[in-house]
C-alpha cells in the first residue's frame, strides 16, 4: 500500500512546473510528494515553487523537506493543489478530513486551477459514504446541537476523540470534528450544501464536483481519472 502512494506521489512532480505556487494537501499519500518535491527544489530541478498548505502537518513537512511556504494571504492564485481523499466515487466527488484539515484543505483545492487528487485503489467506492463517515467541522459549543440537527439526515454523528490527548481531537482551526454515518448519500453536492446550513458547521468533509484529476495507484501501475 506504501508503494502505490509512493507512486502516485511520483506521478503528481509531473505535473508541477517552475513558477507554480502549489497547494499542499494532508495526510501520508500528499507527505510522500511534499518529500519528492522538495528533493527537485532542492536539486535545483524546479525553480520558484512554493507551497500553501492545507494544515499544520503539510507546513511542517514541507520546511523540512526544502519546500518554501507562502500562506494563502500572501498569493493571488494557486496554480495546482495536490492532495489525497478518503473516498472518491465514479464522478470523482470526494469524502476528506481524516485528517481533520478538511476546512483549510477545501479552501484552498477550491482556489486552485488545477485541484490533483492522490489515492491507491483501496479509495475507489460505488457511492461515497460506503466506508467512512463524513467528517465535519463544527464550533466547539454547537457539536451537541448539530449533532442532532445531523439525525434529521437519516445519520448518526460521533464527536472525534483524540488518541494522544485526553478529549475530543481539536482541529488546526480550533474546532471539533463530528464524523457522521449517513443511511445512504444519494447527492452529494446536495448534501455537501445542507450540511454547510446548519448553524455552527465550520465546513464538511464532502468535496463535490471540485476534483479535476485522480490519479490512482494500483498494483497495475498508477490510472488517471478525469471529469
Ligand atoms: O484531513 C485529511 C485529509 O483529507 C487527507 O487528505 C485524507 O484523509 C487522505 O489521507 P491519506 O492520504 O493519509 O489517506
Known amino acids: 500500500m506504501e508503494e502505490l ?6 506521478e503528481a512532480l509531473k505535473f508541477i512546473e517552475d513558477d507554480m505556487i502549489v497547494g499542499l494537501g494532508t495526510g501520508s499519500t500528499t507527505a510522500y510528494f511534499i518529500e519528492y518535491l522538495g528533493k527537485l527544489i532542492m536539486e535545483e530541478e524546479l525553480e520558484d515553487v512554493y507551497g500553501v498548505p492545507t494544515s499544520y502537518q503539510a507546513r511542517l513537512l514541507a520546511l523540512e523537506n526544502g519546500v518554501p511556504v507562502v500562506g494563502l494571504d500572501e498569493v493571488d492564485a494557486i496554480d495546482i493543489a495536490v492532495d489525497g481523499a478518503d473516498e472518491v466515487d465514479p464522478h470523482l466527488n ?28 483501496s479509495k475507489l467506492v460505488e457511492r461515497l459514504g460506503q466506508k467512512v463517515p463524513v467528517p465535519i467541522e463544527v464550533i466547539p459549543a454547537a457539536w451537541r446541537a448539530i449533532a442532532e440537527e445531523i439525525e434529521v439526515f437519516n445519520a448518526t454523528a460521533e464527536l472525534r476523540m483524540a488518541s494522544k490527548k485526553d478529549g475530543p481531537v481539536v482541529t488546526d482551526n480550533g474546532n471539533f470534528i463530528l464524523d457522521a454515518r449517513f443511511h445512504r448519500i444519494d447527492d452529494p453536492l446536495d448534501l455537501e450544501i445542507e450540511l454547510n446550513n446548519i448553524p455552527g458547521v465550520v465546513e464538511n468533509g464532502i468535496f463535490a464536483d471540485i476534483a479535476d484529476i485522480v490519479l490512482v495507484g494500483t498494483r497495475e501501475g498508477v490510472k488517471r481519472l478525469e471529469r
Open 94 to 121: 470526494l469524502i476528506k478530513g481524516r485528517g481533520a484539515a478538511l476546512t483549510m484543505e477545501k479552501i484552498i483545492e477550491y482556489r486552485a486551477g488545477t485541484f490533483l487528487v492522490l489515492v491507491d485503489e
Open 5 to 10: 502512494k509512493r507512486s502516485v506521489a511520483r
